[in-house]
């Protein structure tokens, strides 16, 4: 499986959220702090990464858009954002894309497949 990864600081909270914003149907727990998202195309693991950091280290997190999710529909995607309480960065940008923050601060984008 070929997947991004993205640092997060509770690994149930974040797989709640990202399945909920990214209608995530499936996926798998490892470890207790590793979720695996079944999805299209490159997969996403949400990882609270206990290795890399120190204990009492706050998480490093992506402070550009590390990922980009596509959408059909760039309006309705932004729609259910701002209306799920999601941190928009933001407005929708040249009506093709726009970015917001996880939970844990991580920037990342959506942007409408053409």
Same mark, same amino acid.
């Given at each position: @499986? $070929?997947?991004?990864?993205?640092? =997060?600081?509770?690994?149930?909270? &974040?797989? /709640?959220? !990202?399945?909920?914003?990214? %209608?995530?149907?499936? *996926?798998?727990?490892y470890?207790?702090h590793?979720?695996? &998202?079944?999805?299209? %195309?490159? *997969? @996403? ?7 890399? $950091?120190?204990?009492? /280290?706050d998480?490093?997190? !992506?402070?550009?858009p &590390?990922?980009?999710? *596509?959408?059909n ?5 932004f729609?259910? @954002?701002?209306?799920? *309480?999601?941190?928009?960065v ?14 844990? %601060?991580? @920037?990342?984008? =959506?942007? /409408?497949?053409?």
């Amino acid at each position: @499986m $070929r997947a991004v990864f993205i640092p =997060v600081s509770n690994v149930k909270k &974040a797989k /709640e959220w !990202y399945s909920k914003m990214l %209608g995530i149907e499936n *996926g798998e727990v490892y470890f207790d702090h590793i979720f695996a &998202a079944e999805m299209d %195309g490159a *997969g @996403m693991i949400l990882d609270t990464m206990p290795m890399w $950091r120190k204990e009492n /280290e706050d998480l490093p997190t !992506y402070n550009v858009p &590390a990922v980009q999710f *596509g959408t059909n529909d760039i309006k309705a995607s932004f729609q259910f @954002m701002k209306e799920n *309480g999601v941190e928009l960065v933001t407005d929708i940008q040249h009506d093709h894309f726009f970015v917001f923050k996880d939970p844990d %601060g991580n @920037m990342l984008m =959506v942007c /409408e497949d053409k």
